[in-house]
């Protein structure tokens, strides 16, 4: 299958920055469901790696055990509990008001509230929105594959952001088998009607039809709670109004510079997902430099 790859100057390009006249809205709102008892971290990684990423306005809806925990260590993101939550009045995208939503982050794929809490986002969503993690095992049943399509054809874009075990698992119950990573890509996007960013040190992006390569990935990223952070990103960027696919490429370049950024000061071996996080700022200037 043919690959394409964006130029720096054409991900450059794709950078959000805000106009002068932006306020925290027009530069996007960002709902992370994200987060659980077990996994409290994911919250605290993904809404930091959204804010650092641009995004306006960033929420987090968690668990009561969570919710704390994120107060404490990002004071400027907004926390809601789960019961004090009425999904029918979680906020839509709207004209200079963009909106996107990350999902599953930090979610336990064998607890059953894991289900129900994306069904709940899926479905009541009218904006973009990222499946990650415990989501993307849920997202395989047959009534979440249907409100998928639904959205899909109602113009809302659904992303999935699994790596190599996650992608397996989602193809498993479709019957899909190849060893080829941009067919599997391609057969997923098509599959769960979305666009897949299929993780790795080779890392694919695909709509359904076009599918890119990027090949920037480091072992420094081979760490719990960088994937957290990259959901964050590339739902900022989402946010900010890119399209899935921009987002999910751009997301991941700058990801991946970030970690390299990141173990030129502290080695493949020192660097966390906090780290990651400290150097998108330079990941940025490096991609301004190239592009």
Known sequence: METISYSMARLAALVPYPPRDA??????????????????GAAVLGSRGAEVMGAGYTQVITDASVADHVRAANPSVVVSVWPDVDPAQLPPAREGHPCAYVVGSGYDAGDSMTKIRTRLVLENAQAPVLLDAGSLDAATSQKLRD??????????????????????RMARPLGIETDDAPELARQLARAYCGTVMLKGPVTYVCDGETVVRMDEGTAALAKAGTGDVLAGMTGALLAQGLSPLDACVLGATLHAFAGQEAAKRLTDICVRAEDVIASIPQALMRLAQAG
């Not at 960002?30 to 987060?35: E, S």
């Not at 899909?152 to 992608?167: I, K, R």
């Open 23 to 40: 306020n925290k809205y027009t530069r996007g709102r960002l709902v992370c469901a994200v987060g659980c008892d077990r996994y409290p």
């Open 147 to 168: 409100i998928l399509e639904r959205r899909a054809h109602d113009g809302f874009a659904n992303v999935f952001t699994p790596h190599g075990g996650e992608a397996a």
